[in-house]
């Protein structure tokens, strides 16, 4: 979505009054005067620096059009500070008094954070901005929400909108699913069966034509993503889920029979890893980003050949190692060292704890709620870890009891669950908190089939998610929040975004989905 369309979606709300303007997520200080600066068409916009120059022109795009009553010259500026100890990362600072609004940060991204809060604000009002003083700066460094395209697939367009919304919720992380059992979604030139193939199907249907994202296209999501400071980390799964890749390159699969066929590479063929290898060399030349996402989890589901293959058992041996679940640590740690070799870091589910992975050369997921122990033992043994647990951070949970389609765990996923995490936690993490990155929200989508009920799971929860992971848990007030959400809705609205409105829950149909309900636990 191109900067002059966000400006015409963002000029359809209706205005709120002056006294309550608000903005998501909400900032850690913010203090309203009295006194009103409006936008004309004579308001100049200015930068300090190239970078400020440049966010400055995209500024004047986004608002023009707009325009107060009043026609009085003033000025917006965009100055990124070189030395200064008022901000620091992410941080930014946004004064509006008299005649100028002033943003001011130390880093490209505080100041990109800063023109969203201030393009919220200008919209919100219609073009008049109270007074204020903000000064902004995240709880958490890693605020990601992650996409699952290998169930179904939803292309450039629909992924470049959600990154457009990202960017107003200062949403830094794209964490994308591109590989599983049901597709491959990413073109690897060396292996073209990954796509010719395993790209044919989604979770209900098997036999639909092969979807993906050719590299040209990644390369496009990828520079649209920097340019609103969202980093995209994708996910090769490995060694299980691996059903499409191993239906296109059968040489590397363990077998298997029925629902597990293909579902995990082959850890006792030497080649399998010079594979791996060579789709990363790809992989890591695509995406800047410094990690890789290698899944890692559920292996159990399909690894039963690996007891019976006399190939396998042969390596276990060799290897010197004791049972097939050394095994898969085995494979683990061969890829974490085969994405290092590429300057990358590995990042996987929770199940890598116990691999023997050296802590510097991975990141883990924390996923499984209901293994708080596992969090635990990855933060005393010196992993930096994420925050995306199941409960309540999954959003192929149902978020509200009436709905059918989704899953539950003893509960279901509401908005407010998602607006209070972590604080349940908090004791599980307290002495670690420098080892934890952030937080996000993921989506599987299994039961997601079209963009509508793709909509529909992700929002509001989404804007919930913004709020945890930017807002630091003094300031956090749910209650304050709700009573908020109906402007970010209306964002939504103009957008024609399918959401949920927990305000109103009957006011919205909840959409169906095919039916097929095995779904495991992690995707």
């Known amino acids: 979505m191109k900067f002059k369309i966000l400006f015409l979606v963002f000029s359809l709300w209706t205005a709120i009054p002056l006294s309550s303007q608000v903005l998501f997520p909400s900032p850690q200080i913010y203090s309203l005067e009295k006194g009103i600066f409006n936008i004309t068409t004579a308001t100049k916009i200015k930068g300090n620096s190239t970078y400020a120059i440049q966010l400055a022109d ?36 946004l004064d509006v008094k008299g005649d100028t609004v002033l943003l001011e940060a130390t880093s490209e991204a505080g100041l990109f954070y800063a023109k969203e809060a201030l393009l919220q604000l200008a919209c919100f009002g219609k073009g008049k901005i109270r007074y204020c003083h903000i000064q902004d700066t995240p709880r958490y460094q890693w605020r990601g929400f992650m996409l699952d395209e290998s169930r179904h697939f939803f292309g450039k367009e629909k992924v470049k909108q959600y990154l457009d919304i990202m960017a107003s919720l200062r949403l830094n992380v794209f964490h994308w699913h591109l590989t599983d059992e049901p597709g491959w979604r990413i073109e690897i030139k060396k292996y073209p069966k990954l796509t010719q193939i395993g790209a044919i199907g989604n979770w209900h249907d098997p036999k639909a034509a092969p979807k993906f994202y050719t590299q040209e296209d990644i390369k496009e999501i990828v520079a649209y993503a920097t340019e609103r400071h969202i980093m995209i980390i994708p996910e090769i799964d490995m060694p299980g889920h691996a059903t499409a890749a191993c239906k296109a390159y059968p040489e590397y699969s363990s077998g298997g029979e029925g629902r597990w066929k293909d579902f995990a590479f082959n850890p006792g063929n030497i080649k399998t890893y010079q594979f791996i290898s060579d789709v990363l060399d790809e992989v890591a030349q695509l995406f800047p980003s410094p990690y890789i996402h290698i899944g890692g989890d559920e292996v159990h589901y399909g690894n039963q050949s690996w007891y019976t293959d006399t190939e396998i058992q042969d390596f276990i041996k060799k290897q010197g190692l004791t049972d097939e679940k050394e095994l898969e640590y085995y494979f683990l740690r061969q890829v974490a060292s085969i994405v290092s070799s590429k300057g990358k870091t590995m990042i996987g589910w929770d199940e890598i704890v116990d691999a023997g992975i050296a802590p510097d050369k991975a990141v883990v997921m924390w996923w499984r709620h209901d293994k708080e122990s596992q969090l635990v033992k990855a933060l005393e043994q010196g992993y930096r870890v994420i925050l995306t647990p199941r409960r309540p951070m999954y959003a192929d949970f149902i978020q509200f009891a009436s709905h059918k389609v989704g899953r539950q765990w003893n509960g279901y996923n509401t908005i407010e669950n ?20 952030g937080m996000q929200m993921s989506l599987w989508t299994e039961r997601v089939a079209d963009e509508k009920r793709l909509d529909f799971m992700t929002f509001p929860r989404l804007i919930a998610l913004s709020e945890a992971a930017w807002v630091f848990e003094k300031n956090k007030e749910c209650s304050l929040f709700m009573q908020h959400l109906p402007v970010f809705l209306k964002y939504l609205d103009s957008l024609g975004v399918y959401y949920f409105n927990p305000l109103d829950p009957k006011s919205i149909e909840e959409p169906q989905s095919p039916e097929k309900e095995d779904v495991i636990q992690n995707g």
């Open 418 to 437: 998602v607006y209070n995490f972590p604080t349940l936690i908090m004791h599980l993490t307290k002495g670690y908190e420098s080892q934890i990155l």
């Open 58 to 93: 995209k500024l004047s795009g986004q608002l023009r059009g707009l325009s107060a009553s009043d026609s009085s010259h003033n000025i917006i500026l965009l100055k990124l500070l070189s030395n200064s100890t008022s901000n620091t990362g992410e941080g930014y600072s």
